[in-house]
């Protein structure tokens, strides 16, 4: 079982930057790939980028390659998303994911564990 807290969220200008954290717990937190998914009003909810259990790996949806960059600390069980050049388009509730196949954060976005979500707002 693993428990997600996601913080970091709120309101930038466009251009802007934030980073996203999410805390882990659970022994099995390092044999975990992670993500995170993002969900704009009236839209679907989307994988923005994901790393393997091993940090081998990273992917990332096209509309945020080069400005996004996804990452884990081991020591304290916490994924980051470094968000850079934020634009409107980028306002969405971002959730942060878990699981132990990677394949089920991408492509499939259907994984087992998800963070509460927080509020990202991008100004023009």
């Known amino acids: 079982q693993v428990q997600l807290v996601e913080s970091g969220g709120g309101l930038v200008q466009a251009g802007g930057s934030l980073r996203l954290s999410c805390a882990a717990s659970g022994r099995t937190f390092s044999v975990y790939a992670m993500g995170w998914f993002r969900q704009a009003p009236g839209k679907g909810r989307e994988v923005v980028a994901a790393i393997s259990w091993s940090d081998i790996r990273t992917v990332y949806a096209d509309s945020v390659k080069g400005r996004f960059t996804i990452s884990r600390d081991r020591a304290t069980n916490t994924v980051y998303l470094q968000m850079n050049s934020l634009q409107p388009e980028d306002t969405a509730v971002y959730y942060c994911?878990?699981?132990?196949?990677?394949?089920?954060?991408?492509?499939?976005?259907?994984?087992?564990?998800w963070g509460q979500g927080t509020q990202v707002t991008v100004s023009s």
């Open positions: 994911a878990a699981d132990s196949r990677m394949e089920r954060l991408w492509p499939n976005r259907n994984p087992n564990y």
